[in-house]
Protein backbone atom coordinates (compact mmCIF):
# COMPACT_ATOMS: atom_id res chain seq x y z
CA UNK A 1 0.00 0.00 0.00
CA UNK A 2 1.50 3.63 -0.48
CA UNK A 3 2.27 5.93 1.90
CA UNK A 4 -0.09 8.40 0.98
CA UNK A 5 -2.55 5.79 1.91
CA UNK A 6 -0.92 4.59 5.25
CA UNK A 7 -2.75 4.89 8.53
CA UNK A 8 -1.31 7.37 11.58
CA UNK A 9 -0.56 3.74 13.40
CA UNK A 10 2.21 3.86 10.71
CA UNK A 11 3.80 6.85 10.91
CA UNK A 12 6.79 5.36 11.72
CA UNK A 13 8.30 2.02 13.26
CA UNK A 14 11.90 2.22 12.32
CA UNK A 15 14.76 2.02 14.81
CA UNK A 16 18.01 2.53 14.39
CA UNK A 17 20.94 2.92 17.04
CA UNK A 18 20.73 1.86 20.97
CA UNK A 19 19.85 4.13 23.30
CA UNK A 20 22.38 5.10 25.81
CA UNK A 21 23.11 8.47 27.64
CA UNK A 22 20.27 10.82 26.24
CA UNK A 23 20.98 14.39 25.26
CA UNK A 24 16.82 15.16 26.23
CA UNK A 25 14.39 12.88 27.79
CA UNK A 26 12.16 10.68 25.92
CA UNK A 27 9.38 12.84 27.26
CA UNK A 28 11.37 15.78 25.80
CA UNK A 29 11.78 14.48 22.40
CA UNK A 30 8.11 13.95 21.89
CA UNK A 31 6.49 16.88 23.23
CA UNK A 32 9.72 18.87 21.29
CA UNK A 33 8.32 16.67 17.89
CA UNK A 34 4.38 17.05 18.81
CA UNK A 35 4.09 21.18 19.71
CA UNK A 36 6.87 22.44 17.37
CA UNK A 37 5.07 24.39 14.33
CA UNK A 38 7.21 23.02 11.56
CA UNK A 39 9.75 19.82 12.72
CA UNK A 40 13.48 19.44 11.95
CA UNK A 41 15.33 16.65 10.37
CA UNK A 42 17.88 16.75 12.85
CA UNK A 43 15.50 15.74 15.32
CA UNK A 44 15.64 11.80 13.32
CA UNK A 45 17.93 9.41 13.40
CA UNK A 46 20.07 8.98 10.10
CA UNK A 47 18.22 5.55 9.65
CA UNK A 48 15.03 6.24 10.42
CA UNK A 49 15.41 9.10 7.49
CA UNK A 50 16.90 6.54 5.41
CA UNK A 51 13.28 4.55 5.51
CA UNK A 52 10.94 7.14 5.28
CA UNK A 53 12.11 10.55 3.59
CA UNK A 54 11.95 13.74 5.72
CA UNK A 55 9.31 15.21 3.32
CA UNK A 56 6.86 12.62 4.22
CA UNK A 57 7.60 12.54 7.84
CA UNK A 58 6.78 16.22 7.74
CA UNK A 59 3.34 15.88 5.80
CA UNK A 60 2.38 13.50 8.12
CA UNK A 61 2.67 15.59 11.04
CA UNK A 62 1.15 18.63 9.37
CA UNK A 63 -1.64 16.05 8.72
CA UNK A 64 -2.24 15.46 12.13
CA UNK A 65 -1.99 19.18 13.12
CA UNK A 66 -4.67 19.90 10.43
CA UNK A 67 -6.83 16.69 11.63
CA UNK A 68 -6.16 17.41 15.63
CA UNK A 69 -5.83 21.05 15.89
CA UNK A 70 -3.10 23.14 17.98
CA UNK A 71 -1.08 20.20 20.37
CA UNK A 72 -1.88 21.24 24.45
CA UNK A 73 -0.10 18.67 26.34
CA UNK A 74 1.24 15.30 27.04
CA UNK A 75 -0.46 12.81 29.54
CA UNK A 76 -0.19 9.17 30.02
CA UNK A 77 -2.90 6.92 29.05
CA UNK A 78 -1.87 3.00 30.60
CA UNK A 79 1.20 4.17 31.07
CA UNK A 80 2.06 4.97 27.58
CA UNK A 81 1.99 9.15 26.27
CA UNK A 82 -0.94 10.53 25.23
CA UNK A 83 -0.98 13.09 23.63
CA UNK A 84 -3.99 15.51 23.70
CA UNK A 85 -4.68 18.00 20.82
CA UNK A 86 -7.52 20.61 20.99
CA UNK A 87 -9.88 18.07 18.61
CA UNK A 88 -8.50 14.64 19.69
CA UNK A 89 -6.07 12.38 21.28
CA UNK A 90 -2.65 10.12 19.80
CA UNK A 91 -1.72 7.56 21.91
CA UNK A 92 2.35 6.64 21.25
CA UNK A 93 2.77 3.35 20.73
CA UNK A 94 6.20 3.78 20.05
CA UNK A 95 9.29 6.24 20.68
CA UNK A 96 12.98 5.80 21.18
CA UNK A 97 16.41 8.09 21.20
CA UNK A 98 19.74 7.46 20.36
CA UNK A 99 22.98 9.00 22.48
CA UNK A 100 22.12 11.97 20.69
CA UNK A 101 18.89 12.27 21.47
CA UNK A 102 17.33 11.80 18.22
CA UNK A 103 14.52 9.82 17.59
CA UNK A 104 15.13 6.28 16.43
CA UNK A 105 11.59 4.83 16.60
CA UNK A 106 8.43 6.70 16.55
CA UNK A 107 4.57 4.95 16.20
CA UNK A 108 1.17 6.48 16.98
CA UNK A 109 -2.02 5.78 17.07
CA UNK A 110 -5.31 7.69 17.46
CA UNK A 111 -6.40 7.54 20.67
CA UNK A 112 -10.01 8.62 23.22
CA UNK A 113 -11.83 11.80 21.89
CA UNK A 114 -13.25 12.03 25.37
CA UNK A 115 -9.10 13.21 26.74
CA UNK A 116 -9.62 15.94 24.17
CA UNK A 117 -8.84 19.31 25.18
CA UNK A 118 -12.14 20.84 23.31
CA UNK A 119 -15.16 18.56 23.01
CA UNK A 120 -17.11 21.18 21.17
CA UNK A 121 -13.93 21.59 18.59
CA UNK A 122 -13.89 18.09 18.28
CA UNK A 123 -17.27 17.52 17.72
CA UNK A 124 -17.13 20.42 14.95
CA UNK A 125 -13.64 18.90 13.26
CA UNK A 126 -15.49 15.35 13.14
CA UNK A 127 -18.47 16.65 11.42
CA UNK A 128 -16.44 18.57 8.96
CA UNK A 129 -14.58 15.58 7.93
CA UNK A 130 -17.61 13.82 7.36
CA UNK A 131 -18.70 15.84 5.06
CA UNK A 132 -15.60 15.87 3.31
CA UNK A 133 -15.60 12.09 2.95
CA UNK A 134 -19.22 12.20 2.31
CA UNK A 135 -18.27 14.57 -0.52
CA UNK A 136 -15.98 12.09 -1.58
CA UNK A 137 -17.61 8.94 -1.60
CA UNK A 138 -20.48 10.55 -3.24
CA UNK A 139 -18.63 11.76 -6.43
CA UNK A 140 -18.51 9.66 -9.53
CA UNK A 141 -16.01 10.09 -10.87
CA UNK A 142 -14.08 10.56 -7.14
CA UNK A 143 -12.91 14.46 -7.14
CA UNK A 144 -8.65 13.77 -7.39
CA UNK A 145 -8.72 17.65 -6.40
CA UNK A 146 -9.80 16.89 -2.50
CA UNK A 147 -6.13 15.11 -2.51
CA UNK A 148 -3.12 17.05 -1.49
CA UNK A 149 -0.53 17.47 -3.98
CA UNK A 150 1.81 15.06 -1.76
CA UNK A 151 -0.74 12.21 -1.83
CA UNK A 152 -0.72 12.72 -5.94
CA UNK A 153 2.85 12.63 -5.70
CA UNK A 154 2.74 8.97 -4.09
CA UNK A 155 -1.20 7.60 -5.63
CA UNK A 156 -1.56 9.13 -8.91
CA UNK A 157 -5.23 11.03 -10.40
CA UNK A 158 -5.51 8.37 -12.40
CA UNK A 159 -5.10 5.75 -9.91
CA UNK A 160 -7.12 6.67 -7.50
CA UNK A 161 -10.07 7.19 -10.07
CA UNK A 162 -9.15 3.51 -10.49
CA UNK A 163 -9.60 2.35 -7.37
CA UNK A 164 -12.59 4.64 -5.80
CA UNK A 165 -14.29 3.00 -9.29
CA UNK A 166 -13.75 -0.34 -8.49
CA UNK A 167 -14.89 0.18 -4.52
CA UNK A 168 -17.88 1.78 -6.03
CA UNK A 169 -18.21 -1.41 -8.31
CA UNK A 170 -17.94 -3.27 -5.45
CA UNK A 171 -19.89 -1.89 -2.85
CA UNK A 172 -23.00 -0.03 -4.67
CA UNK A 173 -23.76 3.81 -4.10
CA UNK A 174 -22.91 5.35 -0.92
CA UNK A 175 -25.73 5.94 1.41
CA UNK A 176 -24.53 7.14 4.99
CA UNK A 177 -21.86 7.73 7.06
CA UNK A 178 -21.65 7.38 10.65
CA UNK A 179 -18.98 8.13 13.73
CA UNK A 180 -17.34 5.01 14.98
CA UNK A 181 -14.92 5.66 17.30
CA UNK A 182 -11.73 7.62 16.02
CA UNK A 183 -13.45 6.69 12.67
CA UNK A 184 -16.17 6.82 10.51
CA UNK A 185 -18.43 3.93 9.21
CA UNK A 186 -19.29 4.40 5.55
CA UNK A 187 -22.97 2.37 4.36
CA UNK A 188 -23.12 1.37 0.63
CA UNK A 189 -26.26 -0.68 -0.96
CA UNK A 190 -23.84 -3.96 -0.77
CA UNK A 191 -21.53 -3.06 1.83
CA UNK A 192 -19.70 -1.16 4.63
CA UNK A 193 -16.35 0.48 4.82
CA UNK A 194 -14.98 2.19 8.14
CA UNK A 195 -12.29 4.90 7.23
CA UNK A 196 -9.44 4.36 10.12
CA UNK A 197 -7.31 7.41 9.26
CA UNK A 198 -7.70 10.43 7.69
CA UNK A 199 -5.54 13.34 7.87
CA UNK A 200 -6.03 16.99 6.24
CA UNK A 201 -3.74 19.92 5.74
CA UNK A 202 -3.84 23.59 6.04
CA UNK A 203 -6.24 23.84 2.83
CA UNK A 204 -8.26 21.09 3.95
CA UNK A 205 -7.23 19.17 0.97
CA UNK A 206 -6.32 15.17 2.15
CA UNK A 207 -3.07 14.18 3.17
CA UNK A 208 -4.01 10.47 4.67
CA UNK A 209 -6.53 8.31 4.10
CA UNK A 210 -6.96 4.53 5.43
CA UNK A 211 -10.12 2.59 4.16
CA UNK A 212 -10.95 -1.07 5.72
CA UNK A 213 -13.90 -3.77 5.05
CA UNK A 214 -15.84 -4.49 7.60
CA UNK A 215 -16.79 -7.31 9.13
CA UNK A 216 -18.94 -8.26 12.09
CA UNK A 217 -20.45 -11.15 13.78
CA UNK A 218 -22.89 -11.51 16.55
CA UNK A 219 -21.45 -14.65 18.29
CA UNK A 220 -17.55 -16.81 17.92
CA UNK A 221 -19.48 -19.77 15.61
CA UNK A 222 -20.36 -17.58 13.36
CA UNK A 223 -16.83 -15.76 12.89
CA UNK A 224 -15.64 -19.50 13.18
CA UNK A 225 -17.79 -20.88 10.17
CA UNK A 226 -16.23 -17.81 8.18
CA UNK A 227 -12.76 -18.81 8.85
CA UNK A 228 -13.61 -22.41 7.71
CA UNK A 229 -14.47 -20.90 4.20
CA UNK A 230 -11.66 -19.72 3.64
CA UNK A 231 -9.33 -21.54 1.05
CA UNK A 232 -6.37 -23.54 2.27
CA UNK A 233 -5.56 -24.19 5.83
CA UNK A 234 -7.10 -22.21 8.75
CA UNK A 235 -6.46 -22.39 12.51
CA UNK A 236 -8.22 -20.39 15.21
CA UNK A 237 -8.33 -20.15 18.88
CA UNK A 238 -10.18 -18.06 21.29
CA UNK A 239 -8.61 -18.24 24.75
CA UNK A 240 -9.67 -17.58 27.90
CA UNK A 241 -6.90 -17.74 30.18
CA UNK A 242 -7.00 -20.17 33.10
CA UNK A 243 -10.23 -21.58 31.28
CA UNK A 244 -9.78 -25.58 29.39
CA UNK A 245 -12.51 -24.88 26.88
CA UNK A 246 -11.87 -22.60 24.08
CA UNK A 247 -14.26 -20.24 23.35
CA UNK A 248 -13.54 -21.25 19.39
CA UNK A 249 -12.03 -23.84 18.19
CA UNK A 250 -10.84 -24.33 14.54
CA UNK A 251 -8.14 -26.80 14.08
CA UNK A 252 -6.02 -25.44 17.18
CA UNK A 253 -3.57 -28.30 17.36
CA UNK A 254 -2.76 -27.89 13.71
CA UNK A 255 0.77 -26.99 12.85
CA UNK A 256 1.28 -24.25 9.94
CA UNK A 257 3.65 -21.49 8.79
CA UNK A 258 3.47 -18.88 11.10
CA UNK A 259 5.99 -16.74 9.48
CA UNK A 260 7.73 -13.54 12.53
CA UNK A 261 5.23 -15.38 15.08
CA UNK A 262 7.90 -17.41 16.29
CA UNK A 263 9.80 -14.73 17.71
CA UNK A 264 7.55 -15.29 20.64
CA UNK A 265 9.84 -18.27 21.50
CA UNK A 266 13.50 -16.44 20.91
CA UNK A 267 11.85 -13.73 23.25
CA UNK A 268 10.66 -16.29 25.76
CA UNK A 269 13.97 -18.00 26.35
CA UNK A 270 15.57 -14.63 26.51
CA UNK A 271 13.10 -13.89 29.82
CA UNK A 272 14.00 -17.75 30.80
CA UNK A 273 17.98 -17.04 30.48
CA UNK A 274 17.28 -13.73 32.59
CA UNK A 275 15.13 -15.31 35.26
CA UNK A 276 17.60 -17.35 35.99
CA UNK A 277 20.45 -15.00 36.15
CA UNK A 278 22.54 -16.75 32.98
CA UNK A 279 21.83 -13.43 30.93
CA UNK A 280 21.05 -9.38 31.99
CA UNK A 281 18.68 -7.29 29.68
CA UNK A 282 21.23 -4.73 29.79
CA UNK A 283 23.96 -7.66 28.33
CA UNK A 284 25.68 -6.37 24.62
CA UNK A 285 26.30 -7.91 21.56
CA UNK A 286 28.17 -6.40 18.44
CA UNK A 287 27.01 -6.37 15.15
CA UNK A 288 29.07 -8.46 12.36
CA UNK A 289 28.74 -9.03 8.42
CA UNK A 290 28.09 -12.46 9.00
CA UNK A 291 25.02 -11.35 11.11
CA UNK A 292 23.40 -9.50 8.47
CA UNK A 293 19.54 -10.64 7.65
CA UNK A 294 17.25 -8.93 5.07
CA UNK A 295 14.29 -6.22 6.20
CA UNK A 296 11.74 -6.45 8.24
CA UNK A 297 14.03 -3.88 10.47
CA UNK A 298 17.06 -1.47 9.52
CA UNK A 299 19.57 -3.52 12.21
CA UNK A 300 21.15 -4.85 8.50
CA UNK A 301 22.19 -1.16 7.50
CA UNK A 302 23.65 -0.68 11.00
CA UNK A 303 27.96 -0.47 11.14
CA UNK A 304 29.77 -3.55 12.14
CA UNK A 305 30.77 -3.70 15.32
CA UNK A 306 27.99 -1.89 16.99
CA UNK A 307 27.21 -2.88 19.82
CA UNK A 308 23.45 -3.38 20.83
CA UNK A 309 22.11 -4.11 24.58
CA UNK A 310 19.81 -7.66 24.78
CA UNK A 311 16.56 -5.78 25.61
CA UNK A 312 17.33 -3.19 22.94
CA UNK A 313 17.17 -5.64 20.31
CA UNK A 314 14.36 -7.63 21.79
CA UNK A 315 12.06 -4.60 21.55
CA UNK A 316 12.97 -4.24 17.63
CA UNK A 317 12.98 -8.24 17.05
CA UNK A 318 8.87 -7.78 18.46
CA UNK A 319 7.87 -4.19 17.75
CA UNK A 320 9.11 -3.72 14.26
CA UNK A 321 10.01 -7.29 13.75
CA UNK A 322 13.77 -6.99 13.21
CA UNK A 323 15.44 -9.68 11.37
CA UNK A 324 18.82 -9.09 12.09
CA UNK A 325 18.00 -8.15 15.60
CA UNK A 326 16.45 -11.40 15.75
CA UNK A 327 19.27 -13.51 14.77
CA UNK A 328 21.61 -11.78 17.01
CA UNK A 329 19.51 -12.97 19.82
CA UNK A 330 18.73 -16.16 18.78
CA UNK A 331 22.71 -16.47 18.56
CA UNK A 332 22.76 -15.19 21.80
CA UNK A 333 20.32 -17.38 23.77
CA UNK A 334 21.23 -20.46 21.22
CA UNK A 335 18.93 -22.47 19.66
CA UNK A 336 17.96 -25.35 21.68
CA UNK A 337 15.84 -23.73 24.16
CA UNK A 338 14.15 -21.49 21.30
CA UNK A 339 13.60 -24.90 19.35
CA UNK A 340 12.38 -26.32 22.24
CA UNK A 341 9.57 -23.62 22.96
CA UNK A 342 8.57 -23.89 19.34
CA UNK A 343 8.27 -27.27 19.24
CA UNK A 344 10.36 -27.25 16.11
CA UNK A 345 13.49 -29.55 15.13
CA UNK A 346 16.77 -27.50 13.90
CA UNK A 347 14.90 -24.40 13.14
CA UNK A 348 16.37 -21.78 10.38
CA UNK A 349 17.44 -18.32 11.46
CA UNK A 350 16.23 -15.61 9.33
CA UNK A 351 19.35 -15.22 7.23
CA UNK A 352 19.46 -18.70 6.96
CA UNK A 353 15.51 -18.91 5.46
CA UNK A 354 16.19 -16.01 2.88
CA UNK A 355 19.12 -18.25 1.90
CA UNK A 356 17.37 -21.43 1.53
CA UNK A 357 14.26 -19.47 -0.79
CA UNK A 358 16.83 -17.86 -3.16
CA UNK A 359 16.13 -19.37 -6.30
CA UNK A 360 19.85 -19.25 -7.33
CA UNK A 361 20.10 -21.94 -4.10
CA UNK A 362 17.52 -24.84 -5.34
CA UNK A 363 19.85 -27.71 -4.86
CA UNK A 364 20.54 -26.61 -1.30
CA UNK A 365 16.62 -26.22 -0.51
CA UNK A 366 16.26 -30.15 -2.06
CA UNK A 367 19.14 -31.25 0.51
CA UNK A 368 17.08 -29.18 3.12
CA UNK A 369 14.09 -31.15 2.22
CA UNK A 370 15.59 -34.43 1.40
CA UNK A 371 16.76 -34.95 5.32
CA UNK A 372 13.01 -34.36 6.72
CA UNK A 373 13.55 -34.10 10.63
CA UNK A 374 16.31 -35.55 10.71
CA UNK A 375 18.17 -32.98 13.21
CA UNK A 376 21.81 -33.07 12.91
CA UNK A 377 21.33 -33.56 9.04
CA UNK A 378 19.15 -30.59 8.74
CA UNK A 379 21.75 -28.39 10.69
CA UNK A 380 24.32 -29.31 8.54
CA UNK A 381 22.53 -27.71 5.22
CA UNK A 382 21.64 -24.81 7.61
CA UNK A 383 25.34 -24.49 8.06
CA UNK A 384 26.25 -24.68 4.24
CA UNK A 385 23.99 -21.53 3.79
CA UNK A 386 26.74 -18.90 6.01
CA UNK A 387 29.18 -18.94 2.96
CA UNK A 388 26.59 -17.74 0.76
CA UNK A 389 25.49 -14.45 -0.22
CA UNK A 390 22.29 -13.35 1.07
CA UNK A 391 19.96 -12.76 -1.92
CA UNK A 392 19.18 -9.14 -3.02
CA UNK A 393 15.42 -8.48 -1.39
CA UNK A 394 13.92 -7.74 -4.72
CA UNK A 395 13.73 -11.65 -5.18
CA UNK A 396 10.75 -11.92 -2.76
CA UNK A 397 9.50 -8.48 -3.64
CA UNK A 398 8.85 -10.11 -6.79
CA UNK A 399 6.94 -12.85 -5.12
CA UNK A 400 8.76 -15.52 -6.70
CA UNK A 401 9.80 -17.42 -3.25
CA UNK A 402 7.05 -19.05 -1.92
CA UNK A 403 8.65 -21.60 0.11
CA UNK A 404 6.34 -22.59 3.00
CA UNK A 405 8.42 -25.73 3.97
CA UNK A 406 11.59 -22.92 5.11
CA UNK A 407 9.49 -21.53 7.60
CA UNK A 408 8.64 -21.91 11.46
CA UNK A 409 5.96 -23.62 12.79
CA UNK A 410 3.36 -24.24 15.30
CA UNK A 411 -0.29 -23.78 16.23
CA UNK A 412 -2.55 -21.52 18.29
CA UNK A 413 -2.49 -23.50 21.38
CA UNK A 414 1.17 -22.96 21.55
CA UNK A 415 1.61 -19.34 20.28
CA UNK A 416 -0.90 -18.68 23.12
CA UNK A 417 1.06 -20.28 25.36
CA UNK A 418 3.89 -18.51 24.42
CA UNK A 419 2.48 -14.91 23.96
CA UNK A 420 1.03 -15.94 27.51
CA UNK A 421 4.99 -16.37 28.81
CA UNK A 422 6.00 -12.94 27.72
CA UNK A 423 2.78 -10.51 27.49
CA UNK A 424 4.21 -8.89 30.58
CA UNK A 425 6.97 -7.83 28.88
CA UNK A 426 6.70 -4.23 27.51
CA UNK A 427 8.24 -5.66 24.20
CA UNK A 428 5.07 -7.03 23.56
CA UNK A 429 2.77 -3.58 24.18
CA UNK A 430 4.71 -1.40 21.60
CA UNK A 431 3.26 -2.35 18.65
CA UNK A 432 -0.49 -3.55 19.08
CA UNK A 433 -1.48 -5.26 15.98
CA UNK A 434 -4.81 -5.00 14.53
CA UNK A 435 -6.55 -4.44 18.09
CA UNK A 436 -7.50 -0.86 18.74
CA UNK A 437 -5.78 -0.06 21.76
CA UNK A 438 -9.49 2.13 23.28
CA UNK A 439 -11.21 -1.12 23.04
CA UNK A 440 -8.80 -2.54 25.41
CA UNK A 441 -6.86 -1.79 28.36
CA UNK A 442 -4.05 -4.33 27.64
CA UNK A 443 -2.95 -5.63 24.32
CA UNK A 444 0.52 -7.95 24.03
CA UNK A 445 0.80 -8.39 19.97
CA UNK A 446 2.95 -10.64 17.25
CA UNK A 447 2.20 -11.70 13.92
CA UNK A 448 4.19 -12.90 11.27
CA UNK A 449 3.32 -12.89 7.05
CA UNK A 450 5.27 -13.59 4.07
CA UNK A 451 3.78 -14.58 0.26
CA UNK A 452 1.36 -17.63 1.47
CA UNK A 453 1.33 -16.99 5.37
CA UNK A 454 0.37 -15.28 7.58
CA UNK A 455 -0.27 -14.97 11.41
CA UNK A 456 -2.10 -13.09 13.89
CA UNK A 457 -1.55 -14.03 17.55
CA UNK A 458 -3.05 -10.92 20.27
CA UNK A 459 -3.41 -11.37 24.38
CA UNK A 460 -5.84 -9.01 25.40
CA UNK A 461 -7.83 -8.06 28.63
CA UNK A 462 -11.05 -6.73 27.96
CA UNK A 463 -12.93 -3.96 30.27
CA UNK A 464 -14.55 -6.67 32.35
CA UNK A 465 -10.93 -8.04 33.15
CA UNK A 466 -10.82 -11.63 31.27
CA UNK A 467 -7.54 -12.13 29.64
CA UNK A 468 -7.89 -13.57 25.99
CA UNK A 469 -5.46 -14.95 23.58
CA UNK A 470 -6.68 -14.56 20.26
CA UNK A 471 -4.10 -16.83 17.54
CA UNK A 472 -5.36 -17.39 13.97
CA UNK A 473 -3.16 -18.67 11.07
CA UNK A 474 -3.61 -18.89 7.07
CA UNK A 475 -1.52 -20.24 4.95
CA UNK A 476 -1.98 -21.09 1.29
CA UNK A 477 -0.17 -21.91 -1.81
CA UNK A 478 -1.39 -18.80 -3.68
CA UNK A 479 -1.56 -15.16 -2.49
CA UNK A 480 -3.70 -14.35 0.35
CA UNK A 481 -6.19 -11.74 0.56
CA UNK A 482 -4.68 -10.24 3.88
CA UNK A 483 -7.16 -7.52 4.09
CA UNK A 484 -10.04 -10.09 3.92
CA UNK A 485 -7.90 -11.89 6.85
CA UNK A 486 -7.19 -8.69 9.11
CA UNK A 487 -10.92 -7.61 9.03
CA UNK A 488 -11.89 -11.14 9.88
CA UNK A 489 -10.14 -11.04 12.64
CA UNK A 490 -10.76 -7.60 13.77
CA UNK A 491 -14.08 -8.50 13.77
CA UNK A 492 -13.75 -11.28 16.17
CA UNK A 493 -11.75 -8.96 18.40
CA UNK A 494 -14.74 -6.49 18.17
CA UNK A 495 -17.02 -9.19 19.37
CA UNK A 496 -15.03 -9.95 22.63
CA UNK A 497 -14.27 -6.37 24.14
Not at 400 to 405: A, F, L, P, R, S
Amino acid sequence: MNKAMLSLTTIALFASAPAQAQAITQTEAITRLLSAPEIKAEWFAPDFLAQVPFETIAAQFKGITGMYGKFVRLDTLQDRPLAVYERGTLVISAAALDDQGRLTTFGAVPGPASAAADPAATQAAQAKAAALIEELFKSDPVDTALFSPEFLAQVSADELTAQFASLRTENGAFQSIEPLGNGWRMTFEKGQLDVTALTVDAQGLITALQLQPVVTYKTLDEARAAFVALPGSVTLLVQEAGKPQALADLNSRTLLAIGSAFKLAILGELQAQVTRGEKKWTDEVTLTDADRSLPSGTLQDAPSGTKYALRDLAARMISISDNTATDLLLKAVGRPGVEARLGQTAMPSTREAFVLKDPVNIELLRAYRSVGLDRDARREVLKKTHTLPLPNVGVFAQGKTVVQDVEWFASPQRLCRLMADVAELPETWQNPGVANPTDFPDISYKGGSEPGVLNLTTQVTTKAGKTLCISATWNRPEPLDEEQFVAMYQGVLKLLR
